[in-house]
Structures are given as C-alpha cells and as structure tokens.
C-alpha cells in the first residue's frame, strides 16, 4: 500500500536535531490535521504548545491515507478496519490486512528517523491516538521497530489494541511465575501469526527494546468511542511484560471524552517527556 507522505514540524530554527517523536493519527484523522489538533493545546503554566517545551525535537506524523471502513460504509481515513465502533474485538479478521501493512509502513519511518539522528535509536519516541495508538503498539510488539535498538519510550493517548485478548491469553497474566522474556516472545511470535509476517528481528532484539520501557497512558474515563476500560486492560498487559508504565485518567476531555484533555494531560506528557527521557 502507498502512504501519503508524513506531515513534518521540524526543529525551531537555531536548535540541533536531538529526538524525534513518532505519533500516528486516529482513525477520521489525517497527519496534518492531528498535528495540528495536537499543538492547539497548551500546558498549564507556562501556556505552551509542545513545539515550544521541546524545540529540538523533529515531529513526525505518519499518514494512514483512505481505506474501506466497514463501520461506516465508505472510504475514510483510516489504518486499518473495524466492524464495530462498540465493540472492538468483533470481526477482528478485518484488522488484520491493515495491520500486516501499517507496522511495515511504520518499519520505515522508524528506521529513517533513526540514520537522521546517527543511528540513536533510543532518542526516538513513539506513539498515537486511539486507532494510531493500536498501530504503533503492534509495531512494538512485532518488532518492526526494533532493528536497531531500543526506542526511548511510548506515549498511548486513548489507547487500545487489536486482539488483545489473544495478548492476555498469551502472555499469561494469570501465571505470575512466568517469565517477562517468555512473556513477550510468546506475544511477537503470536502477532506475527496473526498477520502472516516473518520476524524484523530475533525475539531478543524484542526483549531488549520493550524491558523496561518507560510508557505514557492518557485516557478520558468517560470516554464515550473507546472505553477507558481498554487503557486499564493495556496497563496490566504492559506491566506484565515489564514495561514502566504511566497511566493517567482525566475528566472532561472534549469530543464525548475521546480526545486531550487540556492542559491537565499536556502538562502530564511534558512532565513524562522530560522526566522520563530527559527531553
């Protein structure tokens, strides 16, 4: 599949490239649209947009471009397909042909953004929103971003993911006496089946990228399209397979809950940003 081209804010003039953060739009959205949705929103005090909290960091913004969302019954933008809007997990063989291109598609930014800053894998950030978010957390899990090292976190904003109770079963939240190493080979290998794709890289390179990995997650608790109840069900997957997760709730998110709220959760992701890689 051919992808629009991702839309760029680059460093502000007179700062060096230092990191790069990879976020991916939701479903309805375009790249451009999303970022500037993203960087309306301003922080507490000082009243600042994200650009202005990390002016030497380079914004990517990948683009899903249109596709048949069955949901809807028309083309729209969009990564992969969903048959229901309220329930997720339904007619989830829909997803897969969207996903088995997108982390490919989303291989290759990751691996550009990385020669642009030396081969430094780990001042690259990743992450979405909602539908973007789901994208980006099956690139993780695959491997498809994790070639040439580690990546330095993730930031999930109303997250979910597809087949995550084919995650659960498989990495075994109920058996406390498995392995965090077993955990996560079991899901790559398991992920990789679902989408019919052979290894990026070995299950070690996998486990070495996601150990430890500091993650962010943002969700409304009221949000209406996409329950809250998928970030907690994420949380516990994530912990379990030792990632250092950050998962925050908020009340009052525009758009029947299902988006940022302002400024409570920007200043939460400038916080985690900084304290967390030192952005």
């Known amino acids: 599949m051919l992808y629009p081209t991702p839309y760029i804010v680059d460093p502000q003039s007179n700062y060096v490239h230092t990191q790069t953060i990879i976020l991916l739009h939701g479903r309805g959205s375009t790249a451009e649209q999303f970022a500037g949705d993203l960087f309306a929103l301003k922080t507490s005090s000082p009243a600042l947009n994200l650009p202005s909290h990390f002016p030497s960091v380079r914004w990517v913004f990948p683009d899903a471009g249109q596709m048949w969302c069955t949901a809807f019954k028309e083309n729209r933008s969009a990564w992969f397909d969903t048959f229901s809007l309220t329930d997720l997990s339904k007619r989830q063989d829909l997803q897969v042909a969207g996903l088995r ?97 052979h290894g990026f890289v070995s299950t070690e390179a996998v486990q070495r990228c996601l150990s430890d990995m500091p993650v962010y997650l943002g969700h409304d608790t009221y949000d209406i399209p996409v329950s809250v109840t998928n970030c907690r069900e994420l949380s516990v997957l994530l912990r379990a397979l030792g990632m250092r997760i950050d998962a925050r709730e908020y009340v009052g998110a525009p758009r029947e809950g299902h988006w940022v709220k302002e400024p409570e959760q920007l200043d939460d992701i400038v916080e985690f940003l900084k304290g967390k890689i030192g952005l």
């Open 101 to 197: 291109s997108n982390i490919q598609s989303v291989h290759e930014v990751v691996e550009e953004e990385i020669d642009k800053l030396g081969g430094r894998s780990e001042n690259i950030i990743l992450g979405g929103f909602s539908q973007g978010s789901a994208t980006a957390l099956w690139s993780l899990f695959t491997g498809a971003v994790a070639s040439r090292g580690s990546l330095g976190a993730f930031v999930g904003l109303s997250a979910w993911m597809p087949f995550i109770n084919d995650a659960k079963a498989v990495v075994g939240i109920d058996r406390p006496e498995a392995a965090q190493s077993q955990r996560i080979a079991d899901l790559q290998s398991r992920f990789l089946d679902i989408v019919g794709l």
